[in-house]
């Protein structure tokens, strides 16, 4: 069974960093596209950053861009995700997902953690 759980989140002052955790289990991480969204109160759900199953290439939100990253270890089956230089407009309840789909909509992946908060404020 698949299941993904995340954690690392917290409140963080503007300009700081984070980095989440998804422990991921169940399934192999090559076989699928892995990625966060985030979803903030009253917001719609944004998929903030991706990695391909098929070229394992990274995608980001244009939000983020330059300031987080993605990553992930195979052999530990984790997923990150590097937030620096924190906004408060990064706000948010931050899923792990994961999908066997060879793109990178985060949004319509079938599998997700249970969401880790993030706050950012000073």
């Known amino acids: 069974q698949l299941q993904l759980v995340e954690s690392g989140g917290g409140l963080v002052q503007p300009g700081g960093s984070l980095r989440l955790s998804c422990a991921a289990s169940?399934?192999?991480?090559?076989?699928?596209?892995i990625g966060w969204l985030r979803q903030a109160p009253g917001n719609v759900r944004e998929g903030v950053s991706c990695?391909?199953?098929?070229?394992?290439?990274?995608h980001y939100a244009d939000s983020v861009k330059g300031r987080f990253t993605i990553s992930k270890d195979n052999a530990k089956n984790m997923i990150y995700l590097q937030m620096n230089s924190l906004k408060p407009e990064d706000t948010a309840t931050y899923y792990c997902?994961?999908?066997?789909?060879?793109?990178?909509?985060?949004?319509?992946?079938?599998?997700w953690g249970q969401g880790t908060q993030v706050t950012v404020s000073s």
């Open positions: 997902a994961a999908d066997p789909t060879s793109g990178c909509d985060v949004r319509k992946f079938g599998s």
């Open positions: 169940g399934f192999t991480l090559d076989d699928y596209a």
């Open positions: 990695i391909s199953r098929s070229d394992g290439s990274s």
